[in-house]
């Protein structure tokens, strides 16, 4: 496969700067950032800023995407909730061999792309590290974290070279499956936790009811899990339950800081995703439902 030269980024937010910071920089590179034409014009105008300074990005509306050469690499970093409408984005910079790294919460946006493209490479992806800290267009981050790809082999050595090249972590897992669905338990439990209290990590860290919380919510996630066939899920709550009590105290998650800026969260993808599937197995899952039906009906929504 021929070297990725063409990047296209759709949404530039917490987890989609960190990949365009980095290729900002990297010698042969076209970066362009993907969105419809209200909001290019809103980042025209403010910019977008990572740790303090305001990244030279490049940004591209569908028309304006048509008239460049089609992306080698399309990285999809939105929230979950607006991927399918934000691939209309994307539609007149893919080509035939226009590859899809979706970097997602949850384990869903594989399916939501490929619907969208067929005819193209969806690769699996997902970043787990520290999290940015966003506010508006302000986007903090210590750099600690890794991304983790798999896929199609050959597309994959094609990302692990641009990654390389571009001073990125780059993990690719045995087991891609495993690995998502890992990422994906402790979402369910630690996101959904701070949500549901209002709670930081330090906060949930010296409480025994929220950590407890925590454990259920991921224990209902193993059970479908474990219906769904996904290895190594005997370790998953432990795994998840060291990287909760290593994280900084202060840092809130994702979600969290979706619900105290009233931005749409991905309570759908975590709970609404758990419920759903739950009940095709017939699996009784309280602790998710409990959450789903609080968050909804909550006014920061």
Known sequence: MNKLKNIVILGAG????????????????????????????????????????????????????????????????????????????????????TIFLPLLNGITAHEVISAKFPDNTVLRGYFLGHASVRQYNRICHDGVGTFYCGGNASAIGAVKELFTAAGINMDVPQDMDSAIWKKFVLNVGINQTQAYFMADYGMVQNSPEMLEFCRQLMNEALMVAEKEQISGTETMIDDAMQVIMCMPGNVKTSMLQDLIARRPSELDAFAGTICRKAAKYGINVPYNRKVLEKLSSSDLL
């Open 14 to 97: 917490a987890v989609g700067v960190l990949p365009a910071e980095k290729l900002l920089h990297t010698a042969g590179i076209s970066l362009v950032c993907a969105a419809d034409t209200s909001r290019v014009a809103r980042y025209r105008r403010d910019g977008i800023f990572f740790n303090g300074e305001k990244l030279p990005l490049t940004f591209a509306t569908p028309d304006e995407l048509a008239k460049l050469p089609p992306a080698d690499l399309i990285i999809a970093a939105t929230k979950t909730p607006s991927l399918a409408e934000a691939l209309e984005n994307v539609v007149t910079a893919t080509a035939e061999n």
